[in-house]
């Protein structure tokens, strides 16, 4: 079962969401090694929000009269989960997602001697930043102009400009900055009742404990979007909509996209507003990962829309919480590692500074938002109403630093493990291979009926309704593109190369073997 530590972080996860009693032991832990060399305790993060998710979802479907089941998670495999962008292939070629690791995505140092991190990978913020500095999207350039300020002057500036800039601060800064007091006193996930309401019951299901629950994703890039999937792999009826013309990180698009019908659509347009509203009078959840502000000044407000779907469930995602300064503030995974000192946690021990090697907050965070949506689904078919659910990467990133002293020795994965860890699955776009669903339900085992696809690929046909009469059998299988000598990998994807990537690509086929350097360790 869970380790204390793991017990611990589970009560941390869980803290005001009014879950059943013992919920943790409905689930089995197979305590594999890590493979995430850091001080923070990422894979028992992992594992304890994974079966947070699997029990209730367990607890759901066993209220829907599918019977109760019994549940495992493996260690090793949640923290693949938290990389699963870097084990994700489409015909067996690795995705691309060289923006993550553009030149200006780095820690630079300023006059002032303090260390900031930018986040460009879009490229209207690359090109925002690289403006104000007057420099070529070079390191040594960046480094030659950062040099030239003082970081808190310039972190104001740029965010003022709507940029991603994050000084580098201790957790004992965090803890006493604005921003970091205003969201020091809310849970790691917090959930609102909006309004009373008559309860909605769980209906009987036929085969998958989420089946017939309908959410709108209106959301980008990570966190939101894992939301989304992760119900969507227990038999959620999943929408997401976008704006066509936003940037895109297309590896990052695909990969969230499992499960989902994608469609576009532009909120300023008359006909799409109202097919929007459409969606939100049928829907269970509505997701939304912008920066938060945006959809209320559009109509599409918390308030708006309870009351047209009075038992609405809705859920925003943010980088640095929804009290305080920096409420409106863009942010990143990168920046919400810097800002709250989990980046300073892990680097205590390292020659230089770096990130965790794994998006922590991103993956998490969406573990997070599911995991209140799950509990919100409880609540609201016993007490009824509509409910608010939100989530932050700062607030997971807080309770992270609350947990590094982790100890034990990484193990790096091998190609043996990727064949055990990783799935194939038939696409409109090839054969896409990724790292499998981490929760095991013995009776209603999790997949996705729609394999990733890309953005807006569903928009002629788009509305709710998957034919739950149709087999269900699951639709991926063990991956086979190592063992046919297929797969070919671009380069490490993880975050602890934030600087490096760009000199250090590679392929491999054949035995497969990675000829990447490997990771610095915390002993360096």
Not at 36 to 60: K, N, R, W
Not at 334 to 359: D, F, M, N, R, V
Not at 478 to 501: C, D, E, K, N
Request: net charge neutral; charged share 20%.
């Amino acid at each position: 079962m869970y380790t204390d530590r793991q017990r611990q972080i589970f009560a941390a996860i869980t803290q005001g969401l009014r879950l059943p009693d013992r919920l943790a032991d409905a689930v089995q832990i197979e305590q594999s090694p890590g493979y995430i060399d850091s001080v923070v305790e990422t894979h028992d993060f992992a594992v304890a929000a994974l079966g947070a998710i699997g029990a209730v979802v367990a607890l759901i479907g066993e209220r829907r009269g599918l019977g109760s089941q019994r549940l495992k998670v493996d260690r090793r495999h949640a923290g693949l989960l938290f990389n699963e962008i870097a084990y994700f292939f489409q015909s067996g070629w690795q995705f691309d997602i060289s923006a993550v690791h553009t030149a200006i995505n780095g820690f630079y140092r300023t006059r002032d001697n303090r260390e900031i991190v930018f986040n460009g990978a879009y490229q209207h913020l690359r090109d925002g930043i690289l403006r104000f500095l007057d420099c070529p999207n070079d390191r040594d350039a960046i480094a030659k102009r950062v040099a030239l300020h003082d970081a808190q002057p310039l972190e104001d500036e740029l965010s003022s400009l709507g940029l991603c800039a994050a000084i580098v601060r201790s957790p004992e800064e965090w803890r006493t900055h604005p921003q970091g007091q205003a969201i020091a006193e809310a849970p790691p996930i917090e959930v609102v009742r909006l309004a009373d309401g008559p309860p909605t019951p769980f209906e009987p299901a036929m085969f998958r404990p989420l089946e017939r629950l309908r959410v709108l994703d209106f959301t980008h890039v990570v966190a939101g979007p894992t939301i989304a999937k992760l119900l969507a792999e227990h038999g959620a009826d999943v929408i997401h909509c976008r704006y066509p013309y936003l940037d895109h990180v297309l590896g990052f698009d695909i990969d969230t996209s499992f499960g989902k019908k994608n469609t576009y659509l532009d909120l300023r347009s008359d006909a799409d507003r109202e097919r929007a509203l459409e969606l939100v009078r049928g829907c269970d959840v509505f997701v939304q990962g912008f920066r938060w502000g945006s959809f209320a000044r559009r109509g599409f407000g918390v308030e708006e829309l309870r009351r047209i779907n009075p038992r609405l469930i809705y859920v925003e995602v943010n980088a640095y919480g929804f009290q305080g300064p920096w409420a409106e503030r863009r942010g990143w995974e990168q920046l919400a590692q810097s800002a709250t000192g989990l980046a300073a946690l892990h680097s205590a021990e390292l020659k230089q500074s770096a990130l965790i090697p794994a998006y922590f907050n991103d993956y998490g965070t969406g573990c997070l938002g599911a995991l209140g949506v799950l509990a919100t689904l409880l609540h609201r078919a016993e007490e009824g109403g509509s409910w608010l659910v939100r989530v932050a990467l700062a607030k997971a990133a807080m309770l992270g630093t609350r947990f590094a002293d982790n100890r034990e020795t990484a193990a790096p994965i091998s190609i043996a493990e990727l064949e055990r860890y990783l799935v194939d699955q038939d696409s409109p776009i090839g054969l896409l291979t990724r790292v499998a669903p981490g929760i095991q339900l013995e009776k209603s085992p999790a997949y996705v009926d729609r394999a990733g696809s890309f953005p807006g690929s569903s928009t002629l046909d788009i509305g709710w309704g998957p034919d739950v009469l149709v087999p269900h059998a699951v639709p991926h299988r063990p991956t086979s593109i190592f063992r046919l000598g297929v797969a070919h990998m671009r380069g490490s994807q993880v975050l602890w190369r934030l600087h490096f990537l760009r000199r250090t690509g590679f392929h491999f086929a054949g035995n497969c073997s990675n000829h990447s350097p490997p990771p610095p360790t915390r002993q360096a």
